[in-house]
């Protein structure tokens, strides 16, 4: 079935579009309705079924037959390490570990934090706590203390499970200091925790308190606990406009039903086959597509631990395609343009085949033309499809339906809305925008199974964030607009999220840290256009009066204190300061004129903040378009 007929036959009737694609996974009880309406934009999918994710993603691919399929393949680089799990050490792995949690007292909806690095035990410690009916929160393991700290605060754990190191080109990252540093810093600690000890660095363990994680994974198994289908598997947290992140929740039922949905219909991914998402388990991409869907799907999937580049070479990508005759190979487009800056003219494709593939998915931020024609030109006919979605949806929004049919590539396009979404363009008085006008990218509720039924214990904030905008719509935060065929464009974020190299950052929350600054008067931190990186912050501030601080002092703290208080996935590197901010004359901020800047085609800015001028070339513009005051020398 086609695109158009596929879309068609969910709008004409969207329960039973999915309530006929609940049937793709095992129930203990098969749910009597799709949709459950809770008021105020709240709504609930299968909320009367019992499901356990984890019997989906693991257990029932050995009752069917595939225990003997590889499960995860783990490809480290970095550590040269490899390794293969099957569906039945999997299961084995995973319901013993499962055991050990229960054993120690964690119980169906106790939250458990996980704060590791890409290795398999990560994926076991996720299928785990699922198998159980507690609540994973997996923190990204480039994140530091403080980030840690609020995560810990906000979900208030039970355990956190945690490795002992993680490893980045050239240094090995302890992340037991950061650990013990993060619970000092949280108001209410975890009962214990479980650290995986790794060669590269062992952790001291705190007596009574840590446990080793071999001590877990000897327990007796637990078997999968039944939930209702609206039970929350999981919570992410991910940057808003504030300082404090916001805690996406995701359902049991309607997630396993839409990944299970989207990998065959979007992603063109059948059982059995292998499925690479080069990302990591901390953001929502590995959470839907290195570990659920191809697992919920029985496919293998690809755990990569390391860099496309450096680790060793920009051919790492095309080595494990060819190794492990990956199908389908879903990455951020940053990752391809630090290979295309490395191998410019694809020296490395040329050693390797990487004939197995049938399409290359990319999202998490814009795919820029450049290097799609980039990819297009090294790749020959190979479906090169850039997606739009977020961590709040959790599954793509708008795809090339590949699984169904390829549409045209419009570069620079997402292509159309996935069936499931009915996505808009809303001017500032919330009325549709004609073909080829910018607007707020909207989704008219009720948003599909899989995406986020509120936020974490605040469903204030949920509706503050998401629906009050445009009653009766989700604001995605994104900008953007339709061609005159439907085609959607998205333009980049309409507020203070920035996107660093594919992860998502709040300036709102770096403001917040370097406004604590005991020199600092006011700050603003804005994204620029970077070509490595997408785009990078910037941090401009006004000192108060009576600091003679060197600047160049100035802004060495103010980088280290980003760097300590989220990490150096920030890349906070450049700071400058100014007289005065550009401000309304009731004093706000004028953010979306900074913002501006980050457009980088607008402005002739320096294409990489690596470059020495950059900050004079700020100023200059500043000057030029009368944007606050210039700098102090
Ligand atoms: N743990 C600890 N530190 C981490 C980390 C982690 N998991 N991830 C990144 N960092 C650190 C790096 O070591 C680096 O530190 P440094 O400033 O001391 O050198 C800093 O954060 C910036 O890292 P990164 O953005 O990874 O820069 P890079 O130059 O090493 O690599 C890219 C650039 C583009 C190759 C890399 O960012 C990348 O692969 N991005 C894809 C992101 C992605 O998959 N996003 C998910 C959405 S699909
Ligand atoms: P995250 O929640 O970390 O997945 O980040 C989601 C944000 O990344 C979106 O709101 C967009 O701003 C951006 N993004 C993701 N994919 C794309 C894409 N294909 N095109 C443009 N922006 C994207």
Redesign the pocket.
């Known amino acids: 079935m086609g695109y158009k007929e596929v879309y068609g036959r969910w709008q004409a009737d969207p329960e039973a579009f999915w309530m006929e694609a609940a049937q793709a996974i095992d129930w203990d009880k098969a749910p009597t309705k799709a949709l459950t309406e809770r008021g105020a934009g709240l709504y609930e999918w299968f909320a009367d079924g019992k499901v356990n994710t984890c019997w989906n993603a693991v257990d029932r691919h050995v009752e069917n037959g595939r225990g003997d399929q590889v499960a995860i393949i783990y490809d480290s680089p970095i550590t040269g390490r490899k390794a293969e799990i099957t569906y039945a050490q999997l299961k084995e792995r995973v319901s013993r570990f499962a055991g050990g949690l229960a054993a120690r007292g964690i119980e169906k909806g106790d939250r458990v934090i996980i704060y590791m690095p890409m290795v398999p035990e990560a994926l076991i410690a996720m299928l785990a706590v699922t198998r159980i009916g507690a609540i994973h929160s997996v923190v990204f393991g480039g994140f530091a203390a403080h980030e840690l700290a609020v995560r810990i605060d906000d979900s208030r754990p039970k355990a956190i499970l945690a490795a002992s190191a993680g490893i980045e080109p050239g240094r090995v990252v302890p992340y037991k200091p950061l650990l013990d540093n993060a619970i000092a810093q949280a108001k209410t600690p975890p009962e214990f925790c479980v650290i995986l000890q790794r060669d590269e660095k062992p952790a001291d363990m705190i007596e009574g308190r840590d446990v080793d994680w071999a001590d877990l994974e000897a327990a007796e198994p637990a078997a999968c606990l039944p939930v209702e289908g609206n039970h929350p598997a999981y919570i992410l947290y991910?940057?808003g406009t504030t300082g404090k992140p916001k805690g996406i929740v995701r359902d049991n039922g309607g997630h396993a039903v839409a990944l299970r949905y989207s990998m065959e219909k979007i992603y063109g991914a059948k059982p059995g086959e292998v499925y690479w998402a080069a990302s990591d388990v901390g953001?929502?991409?590995g959470h839907s597509y290195i570990v659920y869907a191809p697992l919920i799907t029985g496919c293998t999937t690809i755990l990569f631990e390391g860099k496309p580049v450096r680790t060793p070479d920009a051919g790492t990508f095309w080595r494990i395609i060819e190794e492990y005759k990956v199908s389908v190979f879903f990455t951020a487009?940053t990752a391809f343009r630090a290979i295309k800056k490395e191998d410019p003219r694809a020296e490395f494709l040329k050693k390797y085949d990487v004939s197995s593939l049938k399409a290359l998915f990319?999202?998490?931020?814009?795919?820029d033309p450049p290097t799609y024609h980039w990819l297009k030109d090294n790749l020959g006919k190979l479906p090169v499809i850039?997606?739009?979605?977020?961590?709040?949806s959790g599954w793509p929004i708008?795809a090339n339906p590949f699984g169904m049919e390829l549409k045209e590539v419009r570069p620079g396009s997402?292509t159309l809305p996935v069936p499931g979404y009915d996505v808009q363009i809303l001017n500032a008085r919330g009325e549709q925008q004609e073909a080829n006008e910018e607007g707020s990218v909207v989704v008219k509720l009720p948003l599909p199974p899989g995406c986020l039924p509120t936020l974490w214990q605040d469903p204030d904030r949920f509706q503050g964030s998401y629906m009050r905008a445009f009653p009766g719509y989700y604001l995605?935060?994104?900008g953007?607009y339709k061609d005159q065929d439907g085609y959607v464009f998205?333009?980049?974020?309409i507020d203070d999220?920035i996107?660093v190299a594919?992860?998502?950052l709040s300036t709102g929350e770096m403001e917040e840290i370097i406004g604590a600054h005991p020199a600092v008067a006011e700050c603003s931190v804005f994204g620029i256009h970077d070509e490595l990186r997408g785009q990078v912050p910037v941090g401009l501030v006004v000192l108060k009066d009576g600091v003679d601080t060197d600047n160049e002092i100035i802004e060495k703290e103010l980088v280290e204190m980003v760097r300590n208080a989220i990490g150096a996935v920030a890349y906070f590197r450049r700071a400058a300061v100014v007289k005065r901010l550009p401000k309304t004359r009731s004093g706000k901020i004028l953010r979306h004129i900074l913002r501006k800047l980050a457009d980088g085609t607008r402005y002739d800015l320096p294409s990489t903040i690596d470059d020495p001028n950059i900050l004079q070339e700020i100023k200059d513009v500043m000057a030029e378009q009368q944007i606050g005051d210039a700098f102090q020398n």
């Open positions: 991910t940057s953001w929502v991409v487009p990319l999202a998490g931020e814009r795919l850039d997606h739009w979605w977020q961590t709040e708008v997402a995605s935060g994104d953007g998205i333009m980049g974020r999220v996107n594919g992860h998502r």
